[in-house]
């Protein structure tokens, strides 16, 4: 992603650092990579909204017939805002959750949203609403995980799904319940590693095609998300090729164990948007710490985010590319911690998952520089928080040709206090 030094300067004096910036182009190419991979008869791909839920994307995904895997009530109601349909037939939105919380029950009855339910204690939920529609159950296959260890998307230490083994007194339980099965669901996450998704997704079908048999009104079946994205190496590709022929070999062998058309479904989130938004921050001021018996010392870049705005490095220790805005090509000019401004030692971007600092190579950085924090775009916005009450950083859409657009402004005071009442309760 390249957007011109002066280009971000223009939109740093419009509406301050930090902000977010999305590459249309970019999402765009993401969007027609999974349109391409689920380019085949019974195949559909949606969108783990999680990743990234501004109505922009939404609509984007909307326009190219992309569904959508919604966990919370307000998720389902920021994609029927955005345009996707409400209703079962098809589902177009689906609501995956362990647990139904705040407006969830309600807004998943009042728009006929088909629930994928990943504990068995949702179908009491349900049944005592007296819904007796269709549900998916998620499943826990027993194996698989995410892009880091604290991302534990199967195994016995998930808490997500349905143990596998408890899946047909399960769906006993549904049809006890006057519901019925219609999708098997299941999210092994990416793994680091392309092989280990490959190796994954051809384990599930497997297993679903053995159990298929036993559930007559099973219309679908979901492999979940988790195609990966490099986010060391900007030129690194998904062998999307390999990974259709999967997904086209997976379903036929799943339409022959159940000896009926059925629909095959992905709903990758990270892929989609991680390389089409950049946090851009500004340099505040360059500082340094000397060596003495505790360690060594190091020289800081601080900066004007922090983990309020992108969690992923504190919390995962997650890799993201640093750029010095302008100085793309420049060569290395030293090691630098690039810090935040947030009362929390651990307010770090370049750290590891052990919670150590890893000093990244950049080159000569001075304050008032921009920095690009790349591939921010999953799970960057979409976590960010008001700790420290700093209220979020604005989104700006580039459009392809260079247009522009504020999506979202910076939160102020007001907005943070909104919720802030004083009610008697009693
Ligand atoms: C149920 C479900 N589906 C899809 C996804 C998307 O995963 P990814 O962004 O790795 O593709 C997630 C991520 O947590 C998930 O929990």
Request: proline share 5%; with cysteine.
């Given at each position: 992603?390249?957007?011109?030094l002066?280009?971000?300067?223009r939109?740093?004096?419009?509406?301050?650092?930090?902000?977010?910036?999305?590459?249309?182009?970019v999402?765009?190419?993401?969007?027609?990579?999974?349109?391409?991979?689920?380019?085949?008869?019974g195949?559909?791909?949606?969108?783990a909204?999680?990743?990234?839920?501004?109505?922009?994307?939404l609509?984007?995904?909307?326009?190219?017939?992309?569904?959508?895997?919604?966990?919370?009530?307000?998720?389902?109601?920021?994609?029927?805002?955005?345009?996707h349909?409400?209703?079962?037939?098809?589902?177009?939105?689906?609501?995956?959750?362990?647990?139904?919380?705040?407006?969830?029950?309600?807004?998943v009855?009042e728009?006929?949203?088909?629930?994928n339910?990943?504990?068995?204690?949702?179908?009491?939920?349900?049944?005592?609403?007296?819904?007796?529609?269709?549900?998916?159950?998620?499943?826990?296959?027993?194996?698989?995980?995410?892009h880091?260890?604290?991302?534990?998307?199967?195994?016995?230490?998930s808490?997500?799904?349905?143990?596998?083994?408890?899946?047909?007194?399960?769906?006993?339980?549904?049809?006890a319940?006057?519901?019925?099965?219609?999708?098997?669901?299941?999210?092994?996450?990416?793994?680091?590693?392309?092989?280990?998704?490959?190796?994954?997704?051809?384990?599930?079908?497997?297993?679903?095609?053995?159990?298929?048999?036993?559930?007559p009104?099973?219309?679908?079946?979901?492999?979940?998300?988790?195609?990966?994205?490099n986010?060391?190496?900007?030129?690194?590709?998904?062998?999307?090729?390999?990974?259709?022929?999967?997904?086209?070999?997976?379903?036929?062998?799943?339409?022959?164990?159940?000896?009926?058309?059925?629909?095959?479904?992905?709903e990758?989130?990270?892929?989609?948007?991680?390389?089409?938004?950049?946090?851009?921050?500004?340099?505040?001021?360059?500082k340094?710490?000397?060596?003495?018996?505790?360690?060594?010392?190091?020289?800081?870049?601080?900066v004007?985010?922090?983990?309020?705005?992108?969690?992923?490095?504190?919390?995962?220790?997650?890799?993201?590319?640093?750029?010095?805005?302008?100085?793309?090509?420049?060569?290395?000019?030293?090691?630098?911690?690039?810090?935040?401004?947030?009362c929390?030692?651990?307010?770090?971007?370049?750290?590891?998952?052990?919670?150590l600092?890893?000093?990244?190579?950049?080159?000569?950085?001075?304050?008032?520089?921009?920095?690009?924090?790349?591939?921010?775009?999953?799970?960057?916005?979409?976590?960010?928080?008001?700790?420290?009450?700093?209220?979020?950083?604005?989104?700006?859409?580039?459009e392809?040709?260079?247009?522009?657009?504020l999506?979202?402004?910076?939160?102020?005071?007001?907005?943070l206090?909104?919720?802030?009442?004083?009610?008697?309760?009693g």
């Open positions: 992603m390249s957007h011109a002066e280009e971000l300067r939109i740093a004096e419009k509406v301050g650092t930090p902000f977010w910036i999305y590459d249309a182009e999402i765009r190419q993401r969007i027609a990579d999974v349109r391409y991979l689920t380019d085949g008869e195949l559909q791909a949606r969108f909204m999680k990743a990234c839920p501004a109505t922009r994307v609509r984007e995904m909307q326009r190219a017939g992309i569904w959508i895997d919604a966990v919370s009530g307000n998720e389902v109601l920021r994609a029927l805002g955005a345009g349909a409400a209703g079962n037939r098809p589902p177009v939105v689906c609501f995956t959750a362990d647990v139904f919380r705040d407006n969830a029950l309600r807004v009855l728009n006929g949203i088909l629930p339910i990943g504990s068995a204690g949702m179908i009491r939920d349900l049944a005592q609403a007296g819904y007796r529609g269709p549900v998916s159950i998620r499943v826990n296959p027993g194996f698989g995980h995410g880091v260890n604290a991302c534990d998307t199967g195994g016995p230490s808490k997500h799904g349905v143990w596998f083994e408890d899946l047909e007194r399960t769906a006993s339980e549904v049809e319940a006057g519901m019925s099965v219609v999708m098997l669901h299941a999210h092994i996450g990416s793994g680091p590693q392309f092989e280990e998704l490959h190796d994954n997704l051809s384990r599930l079908a497997e297993e679903y095609a053995q159990l298929i048999g036993r559930f009104a099973v219309e679908a079946v979901s492999l979940g998300g988790g195609i990966p994205h986010y060391r190496d900007a030129h690194a590709k998904v062998p999307l090729e390999r990974l259709r022929a999967l997904f086209v070999e997976c379903r036929a062998k799943l339409v022959e164990a159940a000896g009926r058309p059925l629909r095959l479904e992905i990758p989130g990270r892929y989609y948007v991680a390389p089409g938004c950049s946090l851009v921050t500004r340099v505040t001021d360059l340094e710490t000397r060596s003495n018996a505790k360690g060594q010392g190091v020289r800081f870049a601080m004007d985010a922090g983990f309020v705005d992108l969690v992923r490095p504190a919390m995962y220790g997650s890799y993201h590319r640093i750029e010095v805005v302008g100085k793309e090509d420049a060569p290395t000019a030293g090691e630098l911690v690039v810090a935040g401004p947030l929390e030692s651990g307010d770090i971007f370049t750290r590891d998952d052990a919670e600092l890893v000093p990244r190579a950049l080159p000569e950085v001075e304050a008032g520089d921009l920095l690009r924090i790349c591939d921010a775009g999953a799970y960057g916005y979409a976590m960010s928080s008001n700790y420290n009450s700093i209220g979020r950083a604005p989104q700006v859409w580039m392809e040709g260079g247009r522009a657009e999506i979202s402004r910076r939160e102020s005071l007001e907005d206090l909104k919720a802030e009442v004083s009610e008697v309760l």
